[in-house]
């Protein structure tokens, strides 16, 4: 969230952006891919506590970043009245399936529900296809020419995601404390690729698409780079 509000912030200010392309700016630097990378890395990694830390990393960000910027969107977007305004916002925030999937996943979890071993194999399968999917979806829509003519721009939150947020987190961890294993948890999950519920935001209310498409591309291409030199690092 403080890398989030820290670009939001130097976007408006320092290049007049409004505030949805500057919401987007601090989208794909700060909101990651926790649950279909770091999670897998963790599980190797921990076991059950990489697992947890991964968790509670895919809940902040379906259930706290993704309302934040759906709402950020909102106000973008709309020009109406503030009832109008409202009305969409609650819709939108209260209809989106990142968020129902989310909260419906917590619930399921403190439930004590269990699935049948048929129907979670079938979902399991569907989950692994989820992150190649969506690379494969991303890409399509980005071009050589568009990656070459902002490069420096992409190049520049590609950084900022892969190397300054995980060393923020770095040192916030050693401010208050974490222990070993939860502050090499923490890094990872800022380490990641961009979540790709970034791109869809971006498709959906037509906002810096291309930007979205191209920082999710690079951060997952070096984060191969990158994730091992933190693993490697801590």
Known sequence: MLCFAVVLLAARIGLRADIGKSAMLGAVTAMTNTGFVALPI??????????????????????IMFPVLVVLLEIDRQNDA????????????????????T??????????????????????LLGEALT????FAIGLDLSIMELRGHLSRNALLTALKLIVMP???????????LNRTFTLAAVIC????TAKSAYVLASEYDVE????????????????ATLLAWLYWL
């Open 103 to 124: 909260l419906a996943g917590l619930l399921w979890s403190i439930g004590g529900f269990t699935l049948p071993s048929e129907a979670t194999t079938v979902l399991g």
């Open 82 to 101: 503030h009832e109008s305004r409202t009305m969409s916002l609650v819709r939108q925030v209260g209809t989106n399936p990142v968020i129902l999937a």
């Open 209 to 224: 698409k291309s930007l979205a498409g191209a920082a999710i591309s690079m951060t997952t291409l070096f984060s191969i």
């Open 42 to 63: 963790l599980r190797a990694l921990q076991g059950k506590q990489g697992i947890l830390a991964a968790a509670v990393a895919t809940v902040f960000v379906g259930a």
């Open 132 to 135: 190649p999917c969506a690379l």
């Open 167 to 177: 060393m923020v987190v770095y040192g916030l961890c050693l401010m208050v404390g």
């Open 190 to 193: 800022a380490a990641v690729s």
